[in-house]
Structure formats: C-alpha cells, structure tokens
T-cell receptor, first 114, second 114 residues
C-alpha cells in the first residue's frame, strides 16, 4: 500500500523545544496539505503545496511554524519553540487531478507538549 | 463565510438500526462534498464523495449520502448500523479556489449500542 505516510506517529516534547514532522504523499500526487486537529474538533487547514511551491498558508500557521516541500516530493512541518497549545494531531494529505481531486489523508502525527 | 455545520455532536444508535448524520454548508455554488470517518487516534478514511451528477452517492461500508441543493445539505445514511461503525464522522467541503482545500465540520461522534 502506498498511501500517505507520516512520521513520527507520536512525539512528546518539552515546551520550548523544536519538533519536525515528515510526510510522504502518495507518489505522483502534486498537491500536499497539512492540517491540525485538536480533541473534539475537525481538522483545520494549515498550508498547501502544489509541487514544491507553498501556495497558501492559514492564519493558524504562526511564525513558529514552517513547512517545506523540497523537490515537490516529501514535506516537513517544523514547529519551533513549542508551546502547550501546539499539542494536537498534525495530518498530512495529498491529491492530484489523477486521483480525481480526492484528498487522501495519512494516519497523523500526534504531538504532546509537556 | 464558508462553513460546514454538523449539528449533532454525539449520536447513539442501536446495532441494526438506521442512521442519518446531518451536514449543511454555506455557499452559493455547488461545492465538492465529502464524508470521512475517523477511528480513535487514527487518520481520516474517505467514505464517499460528490462532485456532480446523480445526487445520491454510494460509498464504502454500506454508506450513502444525498446532496440536496435546495437545502445545502449532504446527509450521510446507512440502513443498518454495525458495532464496527462506532467512530467519528466528518463532513468536509471544497468550496473551490486554486487549492481545493477541505473545510471540515466539527464532527459527529457515533456510538453503537448492542
């Protein structure tokens, strides 16, 4: 199965530390999304890449957050100087016209900031 | 503003009973419509989608949904619920634009009684 892959699946970090999550989209999917989901809420859009270009960023993405997608393949989401409010599940998703514009999600990366 | 409403936060049904989960969206044109299911601690699995055409769409696991333009609704149904259907269900909408990003409702948590 070559679905969307995310790692690490779980991360516990101390407040103030930096963390990085990686997402490997479905191969040949040129669109990649990051979402954040807190308990009891639906996923909230963070950012969007088309190939290597970051075309949209949500206001939720503060300056402590940065996302990259070098070479238009995998993507990383880095959170600097983590705060307790950053505790959430970070979901990656991908799509393409080939997939009929259907967006497929990974299993998510859980972040707990203590 | 573009929004997705799932008015039922929590629903309990008996195994074998029918199910209907409600979803409404705010927008003028016909968006792309999706239902996803999420088990605890897991990512999102696509149940079904509507882009155009027949307003009654069939999905996986015996689910179906009906798009009603006049009501701006896309309700999810299943004629006979199984205990394994217990999960959280999210309605999501692509309102258009270059990113095709999903806007999610807040979810409906389904419990199934034996």
């Amino acid at each position: 199965d070559t679905g969307v892959s995310q790692n690490p699946r779980h991360k516990i970090t101390k407040r103030g530390q930096n963390v990085t999550f990686r997402c490997d989209p479905i191969s040949e999917h040129n669109r990649l999304y990051w979402y954040r989901q807190t308990l009891g809420q639906g996923p909230e859009f963070l950012t969007y890449f088309q190939n290597e270009a970051q075309l949209e960023k949500s206001r939720l993405l503060s300056d402590r957050f940065s996302a990259e997608r070098p070479k238009g393949s995998f993507s990383t989401l880095e959170i600097q100087r983590t705060e307790q409010g950053d505790s959430a599940m970070y979901l990656c998703a991908s799509s393409s016209q080939i997939s009929g514009n259907t967006i497929y999600f990974g299993e998510g990366s859980w972040l707990t900031v203590v | 503003a573009q929004s997705v409403t799932q008015p039922d936060i929590h629903i309990t049904v008996s195994e074998g009973a029918s199910l209907e989960l409600r979803c409404n969206y705010s927008y003028g044109a016909t968006p792309y419509l999706f239902w996803y299911v999420q088990s605890p601690g897991q990512g999102l699995q696509l149940l079904l989608k509507y882009f155009s055409g027949d307003t009654l769409v069939q999905g996986i696991k015996g689910f179906e949904a009906e798009f009603k333009r006049s009501q701006s609704s896309f309700n999810l149904r299943k004629p006979s619920v199984h205990w394994s259907d217990a999960a959280e269900y999210f309605c999501a909408v692509v309102f258009g634009g270059a990113t095709n990003k999903l806007i999610f409702g807040t979810g409906t948590l389904l419990a199934v009684q034996p």
